[in-house]
């Protein structure tokens, strides 16, 4: 019998390494409230672990390094289009691929380009930039995951999938309002949670038979690939490249930040097979993006993307990826902590409604407890929750569903010692949950107010 490990190990060897900074929680306390306690505005070096996102925050490897010295800088028709052309339609199959300067752009010019005031929108759940920018053509942007979606604690494989009943009885009664339906592959805002291929075969076809294009945010498309793999009946012995063709055979068109599963720093993408309206992406591109073959990237980011995207869909990567999330549940459980159950792909999301009942949710729970992490651990995280949804275009305020803490994973940048330290740091203010205090907010902008909004805890102090 060979040697069969249970460790699952960093699928990596570290060739650069930067220094991370401590800070005394002193420190941390008068940062905090130079930030207003909103964890954005923050200066980074004064944070230990960063997990705000995993967006544009992981580690390249020496191939995509390697990948950049080869950039072509040509204005038009550049060796490294063509190279990540290849690449994105090798992996999706889709013929026509627009480069992008991030996922929100890819958004803004096929919302722009597709949606009139007054549509609407199905997705399982908007992202919130996705959300913005369909409402920012006067659309609604209407979530529809299935109900599990919106019970933290309830486990279910498939909790990204998106309610066929909904979709039915928006399809039927207002079909002449719906340009396109999204699906968000894994649905991030809902906890990184994946959606099955029964789920989108299912979404697919009934789009199919109404005549309406579906999209796939597809983000996290290789994390969503190996939850297949993993959990759907069928797939165990399909590779996460044969399983990310049978996701992209079922939709339209996508679109892409590259920040994410394309392993880059910086770059998206918008992909589809209809020829007129690529077309008109294009020209809304060269519009405030840039020349179609380097949509506001340089020539050495679409190499990096080029590789990036080809790595994330390998084996050992993801079987280390998604367990790096599941090993820190584990231990949080273990003493009880309620989170979003089963844990999402990049991200674990910590239940703040639960943990802190007795803070209202107009008080923001999942922001004090986003601060305290940082106050005691000089870790960032990001509130997903009503400072992030409970404004509504109208104005008034509104609870969001749930009250989360995100722990984003940068790609191939922590190590197993620096999750053991977060296990830590959060069993530590789990057990004084008690004395955390409710915020409010000082400021905020018309849109997107978390980003930006200065918040004060009520009372004075964030701990009594
Ligand atoms: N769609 C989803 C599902 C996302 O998670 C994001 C970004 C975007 C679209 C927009 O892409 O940032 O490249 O413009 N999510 C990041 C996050 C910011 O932290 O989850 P982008």
Redesign the pocket.
């Known amino acids: 019998m060979s040697f069969n490990p249970k460790t699952i190990i960093e699928p990596f060897r570290i060739k650069s390494v930067e220094p991370i900074r401590q800070t005394t929680r002193e420190e941390r306390e008068v940062a905090l409230a130079r930030a207003s306690f909103n964890l954005f505005k923050l200066p980074a070096r004064d944070v230990l672990i960063d997990l ?5 925050t992981g580690a390249m490897s020496s191939a995509q390094w390697a990948g950049m010295m080869r950039g072509d800088e040509s204005y038009a028709g550049a060796d490294s289009f063509y190279r990540f052309e290849n690449s994105v339609r090798g992996i999706t199959g889709l013929r026509h691929v627009i480069p992008t300067h ?6 803004r010019i096929l919302f722009g380009t597709m949606l009139k005031p007054g549509d609407i929108v199905p997705n399982n759940t908007h ?4 959300r913005a920018n369909v409402e920012a053509c006067g659309a609604t942007a209407l979530d529809i995951p299935i109900a599990e979606a919106r019970q933290p604690g309830t486990v279910h494989p498939f909790k990204g999938s998106m309610d066929l009943e909904q979709l039915d009885r928006v399809l039927t009664t207002s079909r002449d309002k719906v340009p396109l339906v999204m699906m ?1 592959v894994t ?3 809902g906890g990184g949670q994946p959606v099955s291929l029964e789920n989108l075969r299912a979404v697919s076809r009934r789009c199919r038979e109404a005549r309406v294009p579906l999209f796939l ?1 597809a ?2 498309f290789a994390e969503n690939s190996w939850f297949i793999r993993e959990r759907e009946d069928g797939y165990h012995d399909k590779s996460p490249r044969e399983i990310a063709g049978m996701m992209f055979a079922e939709v339209d068109g996508a ?1 892409m ?4 599963d394309g392993m880059a720093n910086i770059g ?1 993408f918008l992909a589809m097979q209809d020829d007129e309206l690529a077309r008109r992406c294009r020209d809304n591109l060269i519009l405030t993006e840039g020349f179609p073959t380097y949509g506001g990237l340089a020539g050495y980011d679409l190499e990096a993307i080029a590789v990036g995207l080809e790595e994330a869909l390998d084996e050992d990567y993801l079987r280390y990826r998604i367990r790096t999330v599941a090993y820190l549940a584990d231990r949080l459980r273990q003493v009880g902590i309620a989170m979003v159950e089963p844990p999402g792909g ?1 991200a674990l999301y910590l239940d703040a409604r639960a943990m802190l009942p007795h803070i209202p949710v107009l008080e923001y729970p999942a922001v004090a407890l986003s601060c305290a992490l940082y106050l005691e651990g000089g870790i960032r995280s ?1 509130e997903i929750g009503s400072l992030m949804f409970g404004r509504q275009p109208d104005g008034t305020e509104k609870p969001a569903a749930m009250e989360l803490v ?1 722990l ?1 994973f940068p790609r191939r940048v922590y190590t197993q010692s620096h999750v053991d330290y977060l296990a830590e740091a959060i069993i530590y203010v789990n057990e004084r949950r008690d004395r955390l205090r409710g915020l409010r907010i000082r400021s905020e902008p018309p849109a997107l107010r978390h980003f930006t909004a200065e918040l004060e805890p009520i009372g004075g102090t964030l701990l009594a």
């Open positions: 705000l996102t995993d967006s544009g991030q996922g929100r752009a890819a958004e992202f919130d930039t996705t968000t649905n991030n805002s945010d983000c996290r679109t930040s590259a920040k994410k998206g990049h990001v995100r984003a």
